[in-house]
């Protein structure tokens, strides 16, 4: 029976213990020397992130100065509100002094 098992070769395409651990190995963490992205592809990604930061930005420019046109028209509508207000409390006051003196001459009891 050993002279048997002696003859049988082994099977050549199923790979050695060491073969499959190596194989496995090399498949998970890259060869060794190989980097896990290439200059052209960091370069692209560096590009790729100065672009978007130079739009966000952007973007952020031109909301802070259509806030800030905002800001002023509504303050200048607000003061010219506040000149109306100021101008009719001034008209109020004025007829409410001469509705008194009407009065006062009207009512000589008073």
Not at 28 to 43: H, I, K, N, Q, T
Not at 45 to 53: H, M, P, Q, S, V
Request: charged share 25%.
């Amino acid at each position: 029976m050993d002279t048997t098992m002696n003859n049988i070769r082994p099977d050549t395409s199923n790979p050695t213990d060491d073969a499959r651990q190596h194989s496995a190995a090399s498949r998970f963490a890259g060869r060794l020397g190989d980097d896990v992205v290439r200059w052209s592809e960091f370069r692209l990604a560096l590009w790729a992130g100065g672009l978007a930061l130079t739009a966000i930005l952007g973007s952020q420019g031109f909301l802070y100065s259509a806030i800030m046109d905002l800001q002023r028209d509504m303050h200048a509508q607000f003061s010219e509100l506040s000149g109306r207000v100021h101008e009719l409390s001034e008209r109020v006051a004025r007829i409410e002094t001469r509705l008194d003196m009407d009065a006062g001459h009207a009512d000589p009891a008073g």
